[in-house]
DNA sequence: AGACAAAAGTGAATCAACGTCAACTTTGAG
DNA sequence: CTCAAAGTTGACGTTGATTCACTTTTGTCT
């Protein structure tokens, strides 16, 4: 709510002039996705109230309403915002791999290594006091997972990778890498690396006596998103 | 609430003399666990409040607490009854398979099957009017998993499995079942033995592959790829 | 600088759902 | 038939969600 010497610095930095109105704006919503991410983090999803959560900020209650409509709205934000760091990564990877083999690979490396760095975030999901694993399908994480579809497709065009399922193919990747990356964050030692190493050995391993589909579900209008008005 | 005639038929059969009481409990218990299912997939787990629940089985308010403490509990009952039924289809494959292979082939099916022969429970976990998308780690469930892993540390000591990051190797496993499970279902038409064959051929064409524990390969620079050339 | 309108913040008030509990009904044992 | 225990009921006090009339802050125009 203070005007950082940071904003006047990344002001000048993007030569943009931000008025103070839209600097506090940013940072109010910014307190309040940070104090999110630690209300999340120790209760838990489920347990959570949206005022523990403006409490942690300073804010009035009903600035809160200003910002995201629920609890369940500023989850999906952090859902979102995760999945934005990822994605140019793996679309970077995607450029300089030339084959699946080594976007499958550069890939997961990517992941793994995103999500040791940013493990506070993504502890989000799984912690608590109980049991309840939250994971939310946001516009976000569905374009990327069907981002990574159409990868597999293209590579399917050019030869890279036998015509399978891409559906089950990217669901299969996505779903090892998700349950894998959670215990990963969950031991002692993080170790990306190994991690990497042994989903990439399991998947690369597996894909040439994949069932090649006759079977693909024809991503009819693959790429239009719905616009989902929410 | 009104006691039936399987009732009186299961009783005989199994020899037990359920008094009314007892009888009534049970189908009240059935009542809220059926009702539930269906306002969660009608709902989605977020929004459905304990009142739509018993609304559904015209039951007052107080007695949904005599039988569960609160949705969440209802939730992970239901869930746990999803994985008592597949329990015992793993445990009777793993018996009848006699390689790690065998099992992962037949393992596989089985869940598949089960998937599509229940669906309607499992859509409870992702449906809804929007979004949210829920997972419940139970102690059924983690039992579950947990007992998987047992019988690969198993196939490791045996052989028929090399020494492998045997919690990795589960989660693999069972992250790519769950995630291809969840879009076999959203399928027009189901087909679990497709599904079963390409999870099988990923997993078992890859296991071989894997590093073995201990032997993680050695990154020299953990994050530099081999990226030949480009 | 001063005045004004628009934007944003505030928290008391309202509302919805939770969870409890005293009173009531049903059951089963004697 | 009687009675205590088990179970049901729904009204009631709580808690947290959400709204909104009011205040404060900001940007603009003179």
Redesign the interface.
Known sequence: MKDSVEDAVKERAEGKPLGKRERTKINNREAILQAARGVFADLGY?ATTVRDIIRRTGLASGTFYNYFRSK?EV??ALMDEGMRRIRPRLRAERI???TFE?FI??AL?AYF?YLASDRETFEVM?RNPN????????AEMIAGFEEIREYMEEDIRNGTLPP??S???M??V???????G??MIARDNV?????A???T???????????VAG?A?AASGANDRKDDGK
């Open positions: 489920g369940e989850f999906e300089r791999s030339r080594d690979r550069n490396h290594e799984r049991t309840v694993r939250v994971r939310m399908e946001t399978v399922d559906e089950y193919l669901a299969s996505v779903g090892l890498a998700m349950e894998m959670d215990r170790d990306p690396a190994a991690a190493e042994f989903a050995a399991l998947v690369l391993g597996g894909f040439h006596n994949l069932p079977t579900p």
